[in-house]
């Protein structure tokens, strides 16, 4: 199981940071033996892949809509989406793993909205453990899915805010036709109302480290803008380390992914308190990096490039 660890990838940011600055993102070779990425023969997702969402807790229709809009922005069609930088384009950088695993040019994977459960009488309580994620993300449908788990701000969960924003894993599913599948699943909290300067940052005040002044949401919900984050980077982990030995850096139990090697890195010239150079909303004053579907606007993270071993950014 592979989670948002706020300390450890905080610091390393801040290491990935001042490297930056000193070598124009130019690795040392000590940091390329940390920054590089193996792949530990395990599959990768592929396919057509639902991603199934358990609503845990009180949401708004609005806020369910953020995430979904940026669900369906992430293999959307190029005339739905003429804006760029995209949520699509983003996305389409894990294709990256993919090419290195096979030496395809062509990318089986098709990600898709699929069904939503809502929880709103909090079934399994307001504190909820590890255990109880897996039972909740066990509801949703388990063949070629992802199924995320997203808790309400009123939602309590083990280790959420003192050591992970969010988690994903894997799970032997319900036996259908005869067989058993492996599913993955994600596990995301709003952080609103909890520890916002961990997991909504940069659209709140950081609780430690450089500050400086939060952004504005571009969605206009801290919570929700934060956990777009947070289930980005999660989904980027998920497909190309889904079980738990495909592309990552470190100990299995606390791997560096995707977009966790990146964490605190979304434009050009971030440094530790600062997410870099931005794109503002004129009208708004929003801070985003990705255009969505519906004239949607958001902030995703950078993505680790397994080929040249750096952080990629959209702008």
Sequence with gaps: MASLNTSLIF???????????IS???LTESNQQLLKFQYHKGPLLSGKISINIIWYGKFKPSQRTIITDFINSLSS???????QPSVATWWKS???YYHLTNNK???NLA??????ILDENYSLGKSLTTNQILKLASKGPQKDSINIVLTSADVAVDGFCSNRCGTHGSSNGARVNGKRYKFAYIWVGNSETQ????????FHQPIYGPQSSPLVAPNNDVGLDGMVINVASLLAGTVTNPFGNGYFQGPKEAPLEAASACTGV???GAYPGYAGDLLVDPTTGASYNANGINGRKYLLPALFDPKTSACSTLV
């Design 11 to 21: 610091t390393l940011f801040l290491s990935i940071t001042l490297l930056h600055l």
């Design 24 to 26: 124009a993102r130019q």
């Design 77 to 83: 069609p190029k005339q739905t989406t003429t804006l």
């Design 94 to 96: 894990t294709e990256k």
């Design 105 to 107: 040019k062509s990318v």
């Design 111 to 116: 990600l898709s909205l699929g069904a939503q």
């Design 195 to 202: 520890c916002a300067g961990q997991c909504a940052w940069p």
């Design 266 to 268: 979304y434009a050009k």
